[in-house]
């Protein structure tokens, strides 16, 4: 399903504030029934569940003495337990503490034991892993797997395929013998850079040759939000013919001009609907994560290429789809966390730390690219979101286990003042990330 056709343009700033709201409202009412499940399975008591803030729109309360409310601001959510005296669980509310029997202190965040404060706050950047690796785990049955030996099932809508068919088995193109589907990235380097190419097929039990467009043409198969080529207006299914009118024969062809121009401006000749366009824009510098966890810098336009046609697919095993989702999960952990140490030490530019605008603007173009792309989307986001928390800073979940580990070793809490220092230095830096991820939003490139 495209949601394009819901606006009226893309960018538009109500779609994006609402596939904003939706993504955030998703991500917050997992990791905060993250936290109240667990804390309920605990024996710790909810007093409020909240999704948004402010204002209580609406409200119920359930046989469990907890209130569900729907708030008036969709920026986030909460669960305030027993005992607390806010809805951050950064105090306790003494006078209604002192009220309570020992018995009924044991349902409160405040009195229940270790093990039990421990689990309720780590559940919610827990929960958001979970929400993030069923996501992928789902989205591998939806895509599949590609079937050895490699077979059409598909061909995109483009010029220079029509010898093709749907169930083709491919057995060599340009005279190079098609290798498993696991080693198509280094095939891909020894065909001929040049467009049509000879394929040979296996189709009906006869061997046919026959001459068709290069597997791999300088064809859009996605678009990077907020890249040049989204701000530029390419869609997916273009076909880049030309670069400043010069004739491409391949995608890789299309990436070597755009690495190697240093940023100038370029003039794409795009086939779309039977039409060529001129769309210009100028590529981006772009720290992209290597796998060894470096990072390298190049010049993106922003967007991805692939076979010129659909191969057959088979459903993964379910071991096969946890292994991707929870790889997916692992992925995006290590790429942040490399991502924000090279952004310390300076490899990187700090350009890459975007705020609320940033995102906002990310979840409105993954929305207008369809249904599929903005679930994906939520599944990072939401990785994210997790990993953000358990960061050991005060005020954040990360920061609660801190302050539970050193309870655990000294025996006792941290002191109200030194809790309340911590508190106040940890709401600081939070402030501080969030105006340089605004800043980042309104001036960075």
């Not at 009924?104 to 993030?132: C, D, Q």
């Not at 809790?419 to 969030?434: E, F, N, Q, W, Y």
């Amino acid at each position: 399903m495209d949601l394009t056709g819901l606006i009226p343009s893309f960018g538009n700033v109500a779609f994006t504030l609402i596939a904003f709201v939706v993504a955030l409202t998703i991500i917050v009412a997992i990791h905060e029934y993250g936290h109240y499940i667990i804390g309920r399975i605990s024996g710790i008591k909810a007093d409020v569940f909240s999704i948004g803030i402010g204002p209580v729109l609406a409200k119920k309360t359930d046989r469990h003495g907890t209130q569900w409310q729907i708030a008036a601001l969709p920026v986030g959510g909460f669960v305030k337990f027993r005992g607390d005296a806010n809805a951050a669980s950064a105090g306790v509310d003494e006078e209604a503490m002192e009220e309570l029997s020992p018995e009924e202190k044991r349902h409160t965040m405040h009195g229940a034991p270790l093990w039990a404060r421990a689990a309720t706050v780590a559940a919610g950047p827990i929960f958001n892993f979970v929400l993030s690796a069923i996501i992928f785990f789902a989205m591998a049955f939806y895509t599949g797997i590609a079937t050895d030996p490699l077979t059409v099932e598909d061909l995109a809508p483009v010029p220079g395929l029509e010898e093709l068919q749907p169930g083709d088995q491919i057995l060599s193109i340009g005279g190079q013998e098609t290798p498993p589907l696991d080693s198509m990235a280094g095939y891909v380097e020894t065909l001929p850079q040049e467009s049509p190419v000879t394929y040979t097929v296996l189709r009906d039990g006869r061997e046919v040759t026959l001459e068709a467009i290069h597997p791999y043409p300088p064809y859009v198969s996605s678009v990077t939000p907020q890249s040049a080529a989204a701000d530029a207006g390419l869609q997916e299914g273009d076909l880049i013919e030309t670069v400043n009118g010069d004739p491409v024969a391949t995608f890789e062809q299309l990436r070597q001009i755009v690495g190697n121009g240093d940023g100038e401006t370029l003039t794409l000749g795009v086939a779309r609907d039977g039409e060529i366009r001129d769309v210009t824009l100028t590529p981006r510098r772009v720290d992209l994560p290597l796998p060894d966890g470096g990072f390298e810098t190049r010049w993106l336009i922003g967007v991805s290429g692939g076979l010129i046609f659909d191969p057959e697919t088979r459903s993964p095993t379910v071991g096969e789809a946890i292994s991707t989702g929870v790889g997916q999960v692992g992925y995006i952990i290590s790429s942040s966390i490399s991502g924000l140490w090279h952004m310390i030490t300076g490899a990187i530019s700090s350009c890459n730390l975007r705020g609320p605008i940033g995102i906002a603007e990310t979840s409105g173009a993954a929305a207008s690219q369809g249904v599929d792309s903005f679930i994906w989307f939520i599944a990072v986001l939401s990785t994210a979101v997790g990993l953000l928390n358990l960061f050991p800073i005060p005020v954040l979940d990360g920061g609660h286990l801190v302050f539970h580990a050193y309870e655990a070793v000294a025996g006792k809490p941290p002191s109200d003042r030194a809790m309340r220092i911590l508190l106040t230095v940890g709401l600081a830096l939070i402030l501080s990330i969030m105006v340089l991820g605004v800043t980042n939003d309104l001036f960075c490139p």
